[in-house]
């Protein structure tokens, strides 16, 4: 059995998930879109639904894909501690860049403290 990493390794197959994230599609909606050639649609569409990503109903004299969950839950519950790790990573540079705008700030008043306020100049002016 292929593992649901192995399944969206495939840069082909993540651009059908991405399309079938919006609504259900034909395989020639998806041709269409992904410009791929009808056989390479139906291969990668077939991986993707022995994988349990997508499931197919006929209408009329088509077929539609739609996607299923329950296989990207087991990729977010994979992601789960990568992105515990960067929100505090980024919680952290928010957290720096926050203080350092503030310092800033406090610098550029006590500079204007020591020059007085700040005139324009125009020609002929006299001091």
Not at 18 to 38: G, K, N, T, W, Y
Not at 107 to 113: H, M, Q, V, Y
Request: charge should be positive; proline fraction near 6%; aromatic fraction near 6%.
């Amino acid at each position: 059995m292929v593992s649901v990493f192995d399944v969206i390794a495939e840069p082909n197959r993540r651009a059908i998930l991405s399309l079938l994230v919006s609504s259900e599609q034909s395989v020639r909606q998806i041709e269409r879109q992904l410009r791929m050639p009808q056989p390479a649609v139906s291969k990668h569409l077939r991986v993707l639904r022995d994988a349990g990503f997508v499931e197919s109903t006929v209408d009329a004299q088509r077929r539609l894909y739609r996607l299923k969950p329950e296989p990207l839950q087991e990729i977010d519950a994979w992601l789960a501690p990568f992105r515990r790790f960067w929100s505090a990573h980024v919680d952290a540079l928010e957290r720096h860049l926050d203080r350092m705008e503030q310092s800033t700030a406090t610098k550029r008043k006590a500079t204007r403290k020591r020059r007085g306020p700040n005139r324009a100049r125009h020609k002929g002016e006299t001091k």
